[in-house]
């Protein structure tokens, strides 16, 4: 690790006053409070206290600094940060963290070891302060203006190779470590940009810039890059374990609440129940068999017509005595909500009158055309967000609902022109990735405010700060596939460490499975295995053979995949799921635990094993395993036909096999039998699990 220097001349470096001298780029600083600021030209570049050992950095060229706060919640109260400045440069130190600006402007950042921790990549033959002389005139922060508009926004950090980088969200791809990765700062369908990354190095970087753009984590060179903002804006902490930065994180951005009792068991789902009669029978089902069941799900198209937000009367004649009679049972009803409005709902001609809708540049107005043309309801409008709110409660909330099934929350378009659309908030470009988090908002604020304290939404999509909204996200429309699955692996431990604690899958994938298949059978039983160590478990998917439609009016225009129940693959599945509903029932102790220790902490539900081994080089290096929760290790069989599989068990514990009883002490590999009912899950500091 390279040290902090001192702010001394080098030997050949020019005498007398820098300042004076007309060959140098040199720029002011002033002391603003507990925050330094740095001037040249027409930038502004403010640094500040923003928890403790955190910072957070702006940069504009704009007559005024913006002040959105975007992710981040309040500034928080004095943490006895120091401002020194110097003939030749600047610093500011907050506890374990330190930022120093030379003259030139550029931005390094250090522990309290003195070691570098991030870098700002400058090529400049002004910097006199460089290891050596470059002609190349990069500039680490770059503002390319718009002609007409703002910015383009370019952000360049020095990389160094042997790095780690975990975090970023939800892409489909099986990389945990990101380093080497290019990642779009956008969303799509199973695609959530989350942009807090952790470094092995020991900080923890978020992006906290809503705008479409991208990142690459090379190995020379890290760039962060937007097509329009008025701002550069992040925050950065310091910390010496990966528990330390993921709490200071969640400090900065917030909690998520205590999950609800019926969040910690099973959830039955699939696309979808055609009547109101259908889903009854199926929960009636599960009761007949005494299989615990803590949800059930009404899928999309129960509406006459997307945008009305109600049930429709033909198919779901009586939803009052439905909801009674499942909570009877001990089963919450959760209900999807879109944010399209197509042209001929009841509530279109209102909504574009009084502003409420998503804009777009140029063309009709239609950003999506599946069952009907379509326009988002726009959550960046608080207007927007009451009145969508208002509709739900009367036709859902008021009858009991108690859990929103908030999908398409990307949102999803019919065409990934992102230049095309614009908010009340901006042009999406500059600010569309925050429309998940101001989705999840308006449910949010409306269910506190009905009085409900403990808040949980699915959505198909998050950005950083989602989580205090009760945002329970899971992975999209996914294959249901073994490759499918080990994508699933990487995305949600890397929500988990972009601070999104809660997150689930389909069981099984959403689409491309006949429940006929035998050999669809081994990926169902052994996602359903992975399902129950995953902070919720939820069976869900569009299967095949699709069933006949109902009627042909309304939401019954769409179709229906095939039965989704734990018996709808045979014999041999159903006792393997039956098996794993019980594991799940056991830990609900446990997993309510663990549910508090995010809602106080951040604490990820589900996270890779260096978070809690930090000292355990292996642990760093693996990707085949995780931990649900400090004491219970899990190693998901990803692959077909796979009946052994080699385990690490991290250094520091005894590990305890559940399946034979037998233990092991830490730092070692053991070969495990995987038979088809039987997924490696290791316990430690005594906590049982009856099998």
Known sequence: M????????????????????????????????????????????????????????????????????????????????????SEY???IVNGRIRAVVNNIG?????????????????????????STTSSLEVEAREFKPIIGGDYKLTMRFESNPDEKLYGMGQYQQKFLNVKGAELELAHRNSQASVPFVLSSLGYGFLWNNPAIGRVSFNKNITTWEVQSAKKLDYWITAGDTPAQIEEAYADATGKVPMMPEYGLGFWQCKLRYQTQEELLEVAREYKRRQIPLDVIVVDFFHWPKQGDWRFDPDYWPDPDAMIAELKQMGIELMVSVWPMVDYRSENFAEMKAKGLLTRVEKGVRIDNTYMGNTIQFDPTNPEARAYVW??????????????????????????????????????????????????AKAFFDGMREA?????????????????????????????????????????????????????????????GANIYDEKYHEVFARWFEYGAFCPVMRLHGYRMPYQPQFGTTGGAECVSGAPNEIWSYGDEVYEICRKYIDIREQLRPYTRQLMKEAHE??????????????????????????LFGPQILVAPVMEA?????????????????IWTGKSYEGGTLVTVDTPLDKLPVFTRDGIEIHV
């Open 89 to 91: 440069g600047a610093e």
């Open 641 to 657: 036909g796979q009946r052994t599989k080699e385990v690490y068990l991290p250094a520091g514990a005894v590990w305890t096999d």
């Open 451 to 511: 009085g409900q304290e403990n808040v949980v939404n699915l959505l198909r999509c998050a950005w950083a700060g989602s989580q205090k909204y009760g945002a329970l996200v899971w992975s999209g429309d996914i294959h249901s596939t073994f490759e499918s699955l080990q994508n699933q692996f990487a995305a949600g431990l890397n929500m988990g460490i972009a601070g999104i604690p809660w997150w689930t899958t389909d069981i099984g994938g959403f689409f």
């Open 601 to 626: 902490k951040g604490t990820p539900v589900m996270r890779p094993l260096f978070y809690d081994f930090p000292e355990d080089a292996v642990c760093w290096e693996n990707e085949t395993e995780y």
């Open 390 to 439: 208002d509709k739900c409660r009367k036709n859902y909330y008021d009858k009991g609902v108690r859990i929103f099934w908030l999908d398409e929350a990307e949102p999803e378009y019919t065409v990934y022109d992102f230049e095309n659309y614009r908010y009340h908030l901006g042009p999406n470009v500059q600010i569309g990735n925050v429309y998940p988090v101001l989705y």
């Open 2 to 85: 390279r040290s902090m220097p001192d702010f001394t001349r080098k030997e050949g470096a020019p005498s007398g006053d820098f300042r004076s001298d007309s060959r140098f780029m040199l720029g002011y600083f002033e002391k603003q409070g507990d925050a330094l600021l740095y001037r040249y030209d027409a930038e502004r570049l403010l640094i500040e206290p923003w928890g403790a050992d955190s910072l957070r950095v702006r940069a504009s060229k704009m007559p005024q600094m913006p002040e959105e706060l975007w992710a981040l919640e309040g500034k928080p109260a004095d943490t006895g940060a120091q401002v020194k400045i």
């Open 106 to 130: 550029k931005l390094t950042f250090y522990n309290q070891k003195g070691e570098i921790l991030l870098e700002e990549y400058v090529r400049n033959r002004e910097d006199m302060f460089a």
